[in-house]
């Protein structure tokens, strides 16, 4: 039994979801950027890799300061980047001046120092004060540098 021909759907008319963000950002004119905030805010036009266009209308309508927000996002990451650059501005001009040390660099030369002073203290102090003295630089070391270098001492 011959069965009537299907209807055909206007190519004018808006699609019910896009298969991805990036096309359903390029056929709704909006930003890749909105539809992952949308996501993140838990809109319920994500399932899959697919966005309904519906849900997530709606959803827009409810969050009308969706876009304003993701304008205050983009500028918060933007202060953040700045911040973090000006603080390796900040390590490189201190390392250039000598007034940074890397860790890697401290790391091996505090367990010598301990060394070198425990040595001396051996020889000059009496046994209750080099036993404190030992103590409190083993303790000294393990918050500088750790655990492991300051087994070394």
Same mark, same amino acid.
């Given at each position: ?11 004018? &008319? %808006?699609?019910?979801?896009? #298969?991805?963000?990036? !096309? +359903?950002?390029? *056929?709704?004119? $909006?930003?890749? =950027?909105? @539809? ?47 911040? &973090? %650059?000006?603080?390796?501005? #900040?390590?490189?001009? !201190? +390392?250039?001046? *000598?007034?940074? $040390?890397?860790? =890697?660099? @401290? ?47």
């Amino acid at each position: 039994m011959r069965q009537p021909p299907k209807k055909k759907r206007s190519s004018t &008319k %808006e699609p019910r979801y896009y #298969d991805s963000m990036k !096309a +359903a950002a390029a *056929g709704m004119g $909006i930003p890749v =950027s909105l @539809l992952r905030q949308a996501k993140n805010h838990g809109c319920a036009a994500f399932r899959g890799s697919r966005v309904y266009v519906k849900e997530f209308m709606e959803w827009k309508e409810d969050n009308p300061n969706a876009e304003e927000l993701l304008t205050a996002d983009k500028e918060r990451l933007q202060e953040e980047k700045l911040r &973090k %650059e000006i603080q390796l501005l #900040d390590i490189k001009i !201190a +390392a250039e001046r *000598g007034a940074y $040390i890397e860790r =890697s660099q @401290l790391e091996d030369e505090i367990p010598k120092h301990i060394g070198t002073m425990v040595k001396i203290a051996r020889k000059f102090l009496p046994t209750t004060k080099y036993n404190a003295f030992c103590e409190q630089a083993t303790r000294a070391c393990k918050s500088l540098v750790g655990e492991d270098y300051a087994k070394s001492v």
